[in-house]
Nanobody
Framework: VQLQASGGGLVQAGGSLRLSCTAS????????MGWFRQAPGKEREFVSG????????GYLDSVKGRFTITKDNVRNILYLQMNSLKPEDTAIYYC??????????????????WGQGTQVTVSS
């Protein structure tokens, strides 16, 4: 599976961005997908994940109510809508995917495929 993330940029605190991730190489509806982020000097952390058919989603506590993950299994695009952005959201954001059925979304080792990352910078 090849993943391509896009949509990052520079935004002021309180603003919004929408990240996108396209996948090729496997039927989109057969893979669980998610977003991670990594800030300078910090470990990569789980942000959000969504089940194969989009029926269930999970979020990092600090982004709940601000971020929304969606999965378009027709257009083969994963989205992360980020609203009310804060400076602490600044990081490189990575999309991830796995074909495994039962995983711990929070563990990077649960995910088999990674995109190249897109930079999100939130200024105060």
């Amino acid at each position: 599976v090849q993943l391509q993330a896009s949509g990052g940029g520079l935004v002021q605190a309180g603003g919004s961005l929408r990240l996108s991730c396209t996948a090729s190489g496997r039927a989109f509806s057969t893979i669980t997908m998610g977003w991670f982020r990594q800030a300078p000097g910090k470990e990569r952390e789980f942000v959000s994940g969504i089940s194969r058919r989009g029926g269930s989603a999970g979020y990092l506590d600090s982004v709940k109510g601000r971020f929304t993950i969606t999965k378009d299994n027709v257009r083969n695009i994963l989205y992360l809508q980020m609203n009310s952005l804060k400076p602490e959201d600044t990081a490189i954001y990575y999309c991830a995917a796995t074909s495994r059925l039962y995983i711990d979304w929070y563990q990077t080792t649960s995910w088999d495929y990674w995109g190249q990352g897109t930079q999100v910078t939130v200024s105060s």
